[in-house]
């Protein structure tokens, strides 16, 4: 079984109620079992600002799917969550994103982990942070060193009841 971080992310329709779909969905996968999720936390968009606000987090699981494997599932989820790419860096129904596979490096025509771009997402570093503070990256990097240099004022923790 191998630890595994994915991000998730949703600015439309009921973006929490997507992503606690999700969720439920990632619980269900075979070999698979949830073990913690941080909180939602409201962030602006990365790409073009007309559109909603986003709602992310970080689930950390323990699987011994294939990293192609759940990268075929994770799509499956998105697509039956309504996920349709307009444009680049667009509005979403949900996004789910391999943020760490293990301690493994990959890089290939359909997947990339350590996700490209994950140490200047604060949407990403900062629920990350929250769930596994002591985590180090394939780098040699701790998440808690990447927090200090993304800034923590663009996000908001949103209180679900």
Not at 75 to 90: A, D, F, P, S, T
């Amino acid at each position: 079984m191998i630890i595994v971080y994915i991000a998730l992310g949703s600015n439309l329709n009921t973006p929490i109620a997507q992503l606690n779909s999700a969720l439920n969905t990632i619980e269900n996968l075979p070999q698979t079992k949830l073990l913690a999720v941080s909180s939602f936390y409201q962030s602006k968009p990365l790409g073009p600002q007309d559109q909603p606000d986003y709602v992310n987090a970080v689930a950390k699981i323990e699987t011994s799917l294939s990293p192609l494997s759940l990268l075929d599932e994770l799509q499956r989820i998105e697509n039956e969550q309504g996920r349709v790419r307009l444009r680049r860096w667009g509005e979403r129904t949900l996004d789910l994103d391999i943020l760490l596979y293990g301690n493994e490096i990959i890089q290939n025509e359909r997947l990339t982990i350590p996700h490209y771009d994950m140490h200047n997402r604060e949407f990403v570093v900062v629920p990350l942070m929250e769930i596994s503070p002591n985590l180090t990256l394939p780098d040699g990097k701790n998440i808690t060193e990447l927090g200090e240099y993304v800034t923590h004022h663009s996000m908001k923790k949103i209180n679900i009841i």
